[in-house]
């Protein structure tokens, strides 16, 4: 009884182990926490483009991986691309920004 007694913690140290990996991102994935993270980021960049009055922001898809934003759609202009990201840059958390947007 006792030497099962001394197992316990070591059982209970590589579950945690084994859970913790299992949450950790890869480079092709990301892990729980990152994901929230970059939620909260994608929600920011919206907000933030939303609340620009010279973009369409319907026309403007934003997604986030790892904190690099990929901003997408179609704008009218060159300077909305420009002002897109100038908005996207400005976001807190965001570390690069991707443009794949077109003009129409």
Do not use: H, W
């Amino acid at each position: 009884m006792e030497r099962i007694m001394r197992s316990v913690p070591i059982m209970a140290l590589a579950m945690l182990l084994a859970l913790f990996a299992g949450c950790a991102s890869t480079e092709s994935s990301s892990g729980t926490g990152e994901y929230i993270d970059d939620t909260v980021i994608t929600t920011k960049v919206k907000t933030a483009i939303f609340n620009e009055p010279t973009l369409k922001s319907a026309e403007i898809n934003v997604e986030t991986f790892k904190g690099v934003v990929q901003l997408s759609g179609f704008v009218n202009s060159r300077a909305d691309i420009d002002t897109a990201v100038r908005v996207a840059r400005g976001v807190k958390g965001v570390k690069s920004v991707s443009n794949d947007m077109e003009l129409k």
